[in-house]
């Protein structure tokens, strides 16, 4: 039986307040995803917990047999061309019976475009 996994991937900060939009975007994924009995982590490059290779070890734990990870980066830069795929390499050896998949980086989506253009707007239009 397959187990899904997305495993959100955000840089870390040193300031606790920097992660509260990720920890609600964790939060909101779990609550459509609890239907399809997918289990949702969150996990920082630097600064913050768990990482990466914890939050993997995490999901692989709860019988995830397939995992998405997905990096709320803005864009593809160094930690998501080089640091990711060198730590999905690691994963991929630590749980050889979890299927570890790459998305995109969530900034290079039409629709997250479309959604800083519409909040840009909104936020340069407020009275």
């Known amino acids: 039986?397959?187990?899904?996994?997305?495993?959100?991937?955000a840089h870390g900060a040193r300031d606790p307040a920097w992660a509260q939009?990720?920890?609600?975007?964790?939060?909101?994924?779990?609550?459509r995803a609890e239907s399809q009995h997918a289990e949702i982590a969150l996990a920082f490059l630097e600064f913050m917990s768990p990482t990466l290779?914890?939050?993997?070890?995490?999901?692989?734990?709860?019988?995830?047999?397939?995992?998405?990870?997905v990096p709320l980066?803005?864009?593809?830069?160094g930690h998501v061309r080089k640091d990711l795929p060198r730590l999905m390499s690691e994963m991929a050896e630590q749980h050889p019976h979890v299927q570890w998949r790459l998305s995109a980086a969530v900034g290079e989506t039409a629709i997250l475009i479309q959604a800083l253009s519409d909040a840009a707007w909104a936020l340069a239009h407020q009275e």
């Open 1 to 9: 039986m397959t187990k899904n996994g997305i495993l959100l991937f």
């Open 21 to 31: 939009p990720f920890e609600a975007t964790a939060n909101a994924l779990r609550a």
């Open 53 to 69: 290779l914890e939050a993997g070890r995490q999901l692989a734990a709860k019988g995830c047999t397939q995992v998405t990870v």
């Open 73 to 77: 980066f803005l864009g593809a830069g």
